[in-house]
């Protein structure tokens, strides 16, 4: 080999050998002087600073294992080149997972006092005490099966009571809040306390019992003033039940109810074609076999011979009806008897 090559070669290989050693030296001080740097830092500090930043670091560590598990992008060793980029990656992990990702485990025990802003979940109130709730308005849908035992002061809107069954009316009613049905025709008995032999007393005898009778009832349910009151009786073939439209200017328009308000038929006339129908006798209170009403009338409402001398009288018979013979006659009972008669108010 020529010497002049060798010589270079040898030269050469010193430089890197120089080169190599610039380097460790190079790398030995950049070392040191971070440690270097590192402890005067540290030097800044008191023992108390040092622990506190211990005790955040520790409560940092926490957060993080509560909130979920961060992933660290990158590792550093000694000696590395520390990249500003390298660490915003780093803390940006943390960030991200702290800030407004908290799941329900880290939130589950906090107080109640911590929450001043924004709305709950319906779904988380379901089952919220009423004793919670001291203003505002409740939702219909949340008191539609409410017992009636919590109603305990106030006034229930009628709106609320319509349908009520009358079964469920234990009391005395207040009239005048009850519904009135429109004016009608009124049929009832002189069960309510005046029941007398055959000797009624005529026509105006007869009158008279119905208007007696009338106070006694609860008529006070029909909305008319009831001014008319005329037994339901034929004294005569001059004054018998099938001609008191005429007679006694009895309405045709109007529907007739019992004295509780209850439909019995659409007008009068109607109410004389009931024949051997019992209906109206169990709407009036004649409710059993054996009961029956003086009526000196024949089913058609005519005059019947069988009146007690035209209800005057106590001797010889009356035509009654009963609830197997039929609404205005059908059989006879002796005038020395007692019974009631049937009442229209109009």
């Given amino acids: 080999m020529n010497k002049e ?3 270079r ?3 050469l290989e010193n430089e890197l050998k120089e080169s190599k050693n610039e380097i460790h ?3 030995s001080s950049v070392s040191l002087t971070i440690e270097r740097g590192i402890g005067k830092l540290l030097s800044r500090f008191t023992r108390k600073q040092l622990i506190l930043g211990s005790v955040i670091a520790l409560f940092l560590i926490s957060i993080i294992g509560i909130a979920g598990t961060v992933t660290k992008t990158y ?3 000694s000696g590395d080149v520390v990249s500003a980029s390298k660490i915003n990656t780093n803390f940006d992990n943390l960030y991200t997972l702290v800030n407004g990702n908290l799941d329900d485990n880290n939130i589950s025990g906090i107080s109640g006092s911590k929450i001043t802003s924004g ?7 379901d089952n919220l005490s009423g004793s919670m709730i001291t203003s505002g308005t ?3 849908a949340r008191i539609d099966n409410l017992d009636g035992s919590k109603i305990t002061s106030g006034t229930i809107a009628a709106a609320r009571i319509d349908n009520l069954s009358a079964s469920k009316i ?4 207040d009239n005048s809040t009850l519904p009135k049905p429109a004016d009608s025709i009124v049929l009832y008995t002189t069960l309510h306390g005046q029941i007398s032999n055959g000797n009624l007393g005529g026509r105006s005898g007869a009158d008279q019992l119905c208007r007696e009778s009338r106070d006694k009832s609860v008529m006070y349910l029909i909305n008319n003033s009831c001014s008319n009151v005329r ?6 073939s001059s004054d018998q039940i099938k001609d008191f439209v005429s007679l006694y200017n009895v309405p045709t328009n109007k529907h007739v109810r019992n004295d509780l308000g209850r439909f019995i038929t659409d007008n009068f006339s109607n109410l004389l074609t009931f024949s051997g129908d019992s209906l109206p006798l169990g709407l009036i209170g004649i409710t059993f076999t054996g009961q029956m009403v003086f009526t000196g009338s024949d089913v058609d409402g005519t005059s019947n011979s069988e009146n007690c001398s035209g209800y005057t009288s106590t001797s010889g018979n009356s035509r009654v009806a009963t609830l197997n013979t039929g609404f205005l006659g059908g059989t006879n009972t002796s005038c020395n008897g007692t019974a009631p008669i049937m009442c229209i108010c109009y």
């Fill in 231 to 236: 037994a339901l009786i034929s004294i005569s």
């Fill in 75 to 77: 590792t550093f060793s």
């Fill in 119 to 125: 709305t709950v979940a319906a779904a988380r109130l």
């Fill in 25 to 27: 030296s190079l790398k």
């Fill in 138 to 140: 409740v939702a219909a």
């Fill in 9 to 11: 070669l040898d030269k």
């Fill in 170 to 173: 234990t009391g005395v009613l």
């Fill in 5 to 7: 090559i060798k010589d």
